[in-house]
Every structure is written in C-alpha cells, then in structure tokens.
Nanobody, 125 residues
Framework: VQLVESGGGLVQPGGSLRLSCAAS????????IGWFRQAPGKQREGVSC????????YYADSVKGRFTISGDSEKNTVYLQMDSLKPEDTAVYYC???????????????????WGQGTLVTVSS
C-alpha cells in the first residue's frame, strides 16, 4: 500500500500547479484521501480531501475557491489543482489516507496512515 506524490515545483504568485497522488497496492475508491502541507517552521495542516467513490470533497478555508481536488479511478490517482497560488502556499505537500469532513462548518482532517516523502511547492517571484 503506497501513495506517491508528484507535480511540485517553483511557480510565480498567481500561477498554477497540479499535484498528483498515485496509489499502488490498493484502490483509492474505498478510502478518503487527503492532501496536507507543511510550511517551513509550521505545523502540518490539512488542505483538501476527497472520497473518490462518491466524489465528496472538502476544503480548508485558506484554499477554498483556489484549489480543486479530483480523483481518477482508472488511473488510481488523486489530483490537486492549485490556481491563484500565493507565497503562503509554499510548503511540502503530502497525500495520505485520512478522515475528513466539516464540523460546525469548519474543515477537519486527520491522517490515518504513514506519511510519504511529499512534493515541494515553492511560490515565489
């Protein structure tokens, strides 16, 4: 069971990137997959989650309207399309099996599996 992140890189403010989370050894359809990020000197935080089997998605307020999460069952891959990127989006991004949702209107996310290596996103001019 493995999730591998890719797609990170250097982008200017206002630019876009698409991250990929490829699964092997299991089908993503049966799990909720979350994207998390950790900026230098900060705690890891949840960004967005999706349950591919019913396409239910969740977003943190900080990325709502700018990021879009999606799943491709044939490719067994979850994507995170990131638009209108800001310098504060700079972080290492991770995907992991997670428990996610909204509680009293507030996004929550908790990883339930081990972290991978992540992919670095740098937003800078």
């Amino acid at each position: 069971v493995q999730l591998v992140e890719s797609g990170g890189g250097l982008v200017q403010p206002g630019g876009s990137l698409r991250l990929s989370c490829a699964a092997s050894g299991f089908s993503l359809d049966y799990y909720t997959i979350g994207w998390f990020r950790q900026a230098p000197g900060k705690q890891r935080e949840g960004v967005s989650c999706i349950t591919p089997s019913d396409d239910t998605s969740y977003y943190a307020d900080s990325v709502k309207g700018r990021f879009t999460i999606s799943g491709d069952s044939e490719k067994n891959t979850v994507y995170l399309q990131m638009d209108s990127l800001k310098p504060e989006d700079t972080a290492v991004y991770y995907c992991v099996v997670a428990v996610c949702g909204y509680l009293s209107g507030r996004f929550y996310s908790n990883a339930v599996d081990a972290w991978g290596q992540g992919t670095l996103v740098t937003v800078s001019s």
